[in-house]
């Protein structure tokens, strides 16, 4: 059974600094991996999405890598800013036809001004 | 174009009562899924559509829920005498279902608020 683990749970950083959030999954066997942002009282907002034969996916200051083969993705976010906060998932696909994500439990960002 | 929708956005009932939960995915997508978001719990998969059928229901808690998709649109989500343990957020998301699976995305609405007094 697929498990995916985020860390830190957690995390507060000032204005401006360059950030790196870790998620890490069990079984390689994904076709993708899928970084998500969740505000407080709202649903999921799709981030970026790396294929299985990349490597890394960029999106104005977030940048996605992954290592399928050590089961482990990073996001990073550069100059960070207060409307950054936000908590952040990860999900993987299952191998099955259904496809449904399996999540990692977030990491709760906060961006001091 | 428009998103995934949901309504209610809040649902507030009573213990023991039935509730209904409605899901508008995007138009075109073929696959639907519900999700449910709880404390302690985080995201969990409950069903998931292809067209009108279910073929994966794997994840529904216990047969008080049920769900349905019609005309390969919108779907309901049907949790019956609601239990204070099924107080939590329903997320509905549906995808396109690319021929090339590593290109699927799914795109989420903003949920079903639900508190069972």
């Known amino acids: 059974k697929q498990e995916v683990t985020q860390i830190p749970a957690a995390l507060s950083v000032p204005e401006g600094e360059n950030l790196v959030l870790n998620c890490s999954f069990t079984?390689?066997?994904?076709?993708?991996l899928q970084w998500f942002r969740q505000d407080p009282g709202k649903g999921l907002t799709s981030l970026l999405l790396?294929?299985?034969?990349?490597r890394e996916q960029t999106s104005g200051r977030l940048n996605a890598s992954l290592d399928k083969s050590s089961g482990r993705s990073t996001l990073y976010i550069a100059a960070s800013q207060p409307g950054d906060s936000a908590t952040y998932l990860c999900?993987?696909?299952?191998?099955?036809?259904?496809?449904?994500?399996?999540f990692g439990s977030g990491t709760q960002l906060t961006v001091l001004p | 174009g428009a998103g995934v929708s949901q309504s209610p956005s809040n649902k507030v009932t009573e213990k023991g009562k039935d509730v209904e939960l409605r899901c508008d995915p995007i138009?075109?997508?073929?696959?639907l899924y519900w999700y449910r978001q709880s404390l302690g719990q985080g995201l969990e998969f409950l069903i998931y559509?292809?067209?009108?059928?279910?073929?994966?229901k794997s994840g529904l808690p216990s047969d008080r829920f049920s769900a349905e998709r019609t005309g390969g649109s919108v779907s309901t989500l049907t949790i019956q005498r609601t239990q204070q343990e099924d107080s939590a957020v329903y997320l509905c998301?549906?995808?396109?279902?690319?021929?090339?699976?590593?290109?699927?995305?799914?795109?989420f609405g903003p949920g079903t608020r639900l508190l069972v007094l």
């Open positions: 998301a549906s995808s396109l279902r690319p021929w090339l699976e590593s290109q699927e995305t799914q795109y």
């Open positions: 079984d390689s066997a994904i076709y993708n």
């Open positions: 790396i294929q299985s034969s990349q």
């Open positions: 999900a993987v696909p299952s191998s099955g036809s259904a496809r449904q994500l399996t």
């Open positions: 138009s075109g997508h073929t696959a």
């Open positions: 559509f292809q067209g009108n059928s279910a073929p994966d």
